[in-house]
């Protein structure tokens, strides 16, 4: 890629599926990443799953009472977040973690689905990640799977699909995939961004987004993963892919 000729990223990986088809292509979609934000999606999915057993979950009131907060440790800071002393619903505070990307939000689910109950639901589902002091690693050949579940409706029935699907939907992120596709085509996506730290300074930026693209009779499915040193570069880069990957399906 010219990307990494240019030293605009460190590593680059990428996985396209068409949804119509099945036809797809990969670079370096084995290899693992750490996951940030992007691990909000499989909660997402946790949650709803838990839900359609027992539906008085996403009602169920959680209250934020401002102790601690986690949306200032986040690089790309939500637009919207939590009001001290409100509580919030579980069905809330999955839209926001989704749409807004909001730490806050994802912590106050965790109260309710604790980070190990996710872990399990991963290998429930035998999704191949790594548990490292960063943070979890997961390829994009893994992490697609959440998505193509979703549109394939093969974890979660149809209506939880379709709420997960809305909520992807909402993303609250317009220098990735939504700045390269026309301001009418429906992106369901996610994305997520961490900074690498080493001997007390950022060694590197890691910036990713998934999503599913509804392009008319050409829905796909692309996953970016990048490693660089500036989160504007590989915000770059995930426009520039996504656009000349949208030109070509859409030609077609």
Excluded at 121 to 142: C, I, P, Q, W
Excluded at 200 to 218: F, K, N, P, R, T
């Amino acid at each position: 890629m010219a990307e990494l000729k240019n030293k605009d990223a460190k590593d680059i990986a990428l996985y396209f599926r068409d949804l119509k088809s099945g036809a797809w292509f990969g670079i370096n979609k084995d290899e693992k990443f750490n996951t940030a934000s992007l691990l909000k999606v499989p909660l997402m999915e946790e949650c709803l799953e838990a839900a359609e057993n027992s539906p008085a979950l996403l009602q169920k009131r959680v209250l934020f009472t401002g102790a601690e907060d986690w949306d200032a440790r986040q690089d790309i800071k939500p637009s919207k977040t939590l009001e001290v002393a409100k509580s919030y619903t579980v069905d809330d505070l999955m839209f926001r973690m989704i749409a807004y990307s909001d730490n806050n939000a994802t912590q106050l689910l965790l109260r309710e689905m604790p980070l190990e109950n996710l872990y399990q639901f991963l290998d429930n589902h035998k999704v191949d990640y790594e548990r490292t002091e960063n943070g979890s690693m997961m390829s994009l050949a893994s992490y697609s799977w959440f998505f193509q579940s979703l549109y394939s409706k093969s974890l979660l029935n149809d209506a939880m699909s379709r709420r997960a699907l809305s909520y992807l939907a909402a993303e609250d992120f317009h220098q990735g995939m939504h700045a390269a596709v026309p301001p009418n085509v429906v992106v369901e996506s996610k994305f997520g961004e961490q900074a690498i730290y080493k001997d007390g300074a950022v060694d590197s930026e890691q910036l990713h987004e998934v999503g599913i693209i509804l392009d008319g009779d050409h829905p796909f499915l692309l996953g970016i993963m990048t490693r660089g040193k500036e989160f504007a570069q590989l915000e770059r880069i995930i426009q520039h892919i996504t656009r000349h990957v949208y030109e070509i399906e859409h030609r077609g």
